[in-house]
């Protein structure tokens, strides 16, 4: 296990970068790769491009995918008295909300991160049937301390201002971790030390690292990025649902910690190219590369987005398992990291024999 994967994972994760507010996380991921790369570039809508050409002049293009915003909310109203409500941008279920620690981002970079609290009534003031009751995120506000709108205000919060909820990242047992935003920060860190690794052992086809932005609300980023890089091949890294816990049936696991990348066949949005399928799991039984299947059909990727682009790209999609996902804090393993990165690294020494 790299101690650079370590450091990426808790530096990223810890960023706060909603959907089309990412900036500073693409910020963050570009001073890590800009020195390995033959270019870099960010385009219109926020994605970072990063190419590193192969040996092989005028070569095929595989192009590896990973998402920088996470889920989070944004601000639609200010009370007078001070309060904050919000509406949820990506897949926040409404359970989780109540009493959560909140962690807004001025758009004012010169100004400090504000925090605050989603408030609930307390027990003392609810019947027994408004305790079972599951609140809707629509009647939620956020008390960061102020008494006024204008005191809010003077914070660098305004209508549209985003946040997420706090999720503090810890080293666990063995080689777990928690934390948040690992949807899909871990993808990122793996396109970064695949770029370590390939820049130093260069594959005979180019590849083209596109950290994209809007995953989460439908991978508008992904689209245009495949557009204009318009690859041979795609491979989309995500992070996915490890349900490999007490209330999940194993008929309804897709997949498990600490057995591996999951490979997808199919989910809402792709069902994946067989040419690429096949090869994924020939890479990772040549290699020693431990895997597992993807295996209900649920969600969506870049991937989904990326196949339609133009007359079609081919495109598959790997995962890192992690237990928890689109809820505060989440728990992965960062073997199944390194593993995730062992293969995408011997597909992008190999996808020019698809071709």
Not at 341 to 348: G, M, Q, R, V
Request: proline share 5%.
């Amino acid at each position: 296990m790299s101690k650079q994967i370590l450091e990426d994972l808790k530096e990223l994760s810890q960023i706060v970068g909603v959907s089309s507010r990412e900036e500073r996380v693409v910020e963050a991921i570009k001073q890590k790769v800009e020195s390995l790369a033959d270019e870099t570039r960010i385009d219109n809508l926020g994605n970072l491009i990063v190419t590193l050409n192969g040996t092989k002049k005028n070569g095929p293009v595989l192009m590896l995918d990973a998402h920088t915003d996470e889920i989070g909310l944004m601000v639609r109203h200010i009370s007078p008295e001070g309060f904050i409500y919000f509406a949820k941008i990506g897949g926040f279920v409404d359970l989780i909300f109540p009493s959560q620690t909140v962690i807004f981002i001025p758009e004012d970079k010169a100004l400090p991160p504000v925090y605050g609290v989603i408030g609930i009534k307390p027990p003392h003031l609810m019947s027994l049937e408004a305790r079972k009751e599951v609140l809707s995120a629509d009647n939620l506000a956020v008390d960061v301390g102020a008494f006024s709108e204008e005191e809010v205000r003077k914070l660098g919060i305004d209508v549209g201002t985003t946040g997420t909820l706090v999720g503090e990242f810890k080293e666990l047992v063995g080689d777990r971790v928690l934390g948040k935003a690992f949807d899909d920060r871990t993808g990122c860190v793996v396109l970064i030390e695949t770029l370590r690794r390939l820049s130093k052992n260069r594959p005979e086809g180019t590849v083209i690292f596109s950290f994209s932005s809007a995953e989460e609300v439908g991978g508008r980023g992904a689209t245009t990025a495949a557009y204009s890089i318009e690859p041979d091949i795609a491979i989309a890294l995500e992070n996915t649902t490890a349900a490999d816990t007490p209330d999940v049936a194993e008929q309804d696991c897709p997949c498990k910690l600490n057995c591996g990348p999951a490979i997808t066949v199919a989910d809402r949005s792709i069902i994946v190219n067989s040419k690429i399928l096949d090869k994924l799991k020939e890479l990772a039984n040549k290699n020693n590369i431990p895997w597992q299947y993807k295996k209900p059909i649920y969600g969506g990727t870049d991937a989904g987005r990326i196949h339609i682009v133009r007359a079609g790209i081919p495109a598959g999609v790997v995962s890192v398992p992690c237990r928890y996902i689109h809820s505060p804090i989440s728990i992965l393993s960062l073997k199944d990291i390194t593993r995730t990165c062992d293969l995408i690294e011997a597909f992008s020494k190999h996808f020019q024999e698809l071709l």
